[in-house]
């Protein structure tokens, strides 16, 4: 069975410092890999994709991900923070079974950003 | 565009009672998903629909149960509440089956359960 591990629960940084989050899939097919940001009362907002291609994603808001399948990783990565991406992120993983289809979920990154 | 709506926003039951949640797509997207939102559980997926029917269900107990109308719109019903169904209930659409297809999300309805 898919799933998805982000390894930290919640990370800290400084306003202009740059950002790494986390995520690891398991999943036997070829993956197709979301991130999602959820600001508090707030609803998911995908930030990138990757279904295949150019391993390196660029998304909205200044973020990016690579795809590393030997590591089966697809970190989420901003050069420099803003106050405003402060908000929890999720890593997903599309899975495919027959006629059954489904997104299995990271638990989350909560993330706070200092001024 | 309007995005995926959900109602209501805030919604407050006893134990033992149910509870009907809904949630309209964004037009011209016939599947729908609903994910449970628990504290410490992260997101977790509960139900699909396209079409009208249900294509795939995730491990929830029978009391979680839902429909989707004629015009994609959808319902989810939790019956025989429990302290611990206390969640957010997030309702995502997309357009037809596809593994591409990216699903929108609407901004939940919190369900506390008393």
């Known amino acids: 069975a898919q799933s998805v591990t982000q390894p930290d629960i919640h990370i800290t940084v400084s306003e202009g410092a740059s950002l790494e989050l986390r995520c690891n899939y398991s999943?036997?097919?070829?993956?197709?890999l979301f991130w999602y940001v959820q600001s508090p009362g707030q609803g998911l907002q995908l930030l990138l994709k990757?279904?295949?291609?150019?391993?390196l994603v660029q998304g909205i808001k200044g973020f990016e991900a690579e795809f590393k399948r030997s590591q089966s990783s697809f970190n989420l990565r901003k050069p420099s923070v803003h106050w405003s991406d402060a908000a929890e992120y999720f890593c997903?993983?599309?899975?495919?079974?027959?006629?059954?289809?489904?997104?299995?979920f990271g638990k989350g990154t909560l993330l706070t950003v200092n001024p | 565009e309007a995005g995926v709506t959900q109602s209501p926003t805030h919604l407050i039951k006893t134990r033992g009672q149910q509870a009907t949640l809904r949630c309209s797509p964004i037009?011209?997207?016939?599947?729908v998903y609903w994910y449970q939102q628990a504290l410490g559980l992260g997101l977790q997926f509960l139900l699909w629909?396209?079409?009208?029917?249900?294509?795939n269900r995730g491990n929830f107990p029978p009391r979680f149960s839902g429909r989707q109308f004629p015009n994609y719109s959808s319902e989810l019903n939790v019956n025989a509440l429990e302290l611990e169904d206390s969640a957010l209930y997030l309702c995502?659409?997309?357009?037809?089956?596809?593994?591409?297809?990216?699903?929108?999300f609407g901004p939940g309805t919190r369900l506390t359960v008393l």
């Open positions: 037009s011209g997207h016939t599947s």
């Open positions: 629909y396209d079409e009208g029917e249900e294509r």
């Open positions: 999943y036997g097919a070829t993956p197709y």
């Open positions: 997903a993983v599309a899975s495919w079974g027959g006629s059954n289809y489904k997104l299995t």
């Open positions: 990757y279904f295949s291609g150019d391993t």
């Open positions: 995502a659409s997309s357009l037809e089956i596809g593994r591409q297809n990216e699903q929108f």
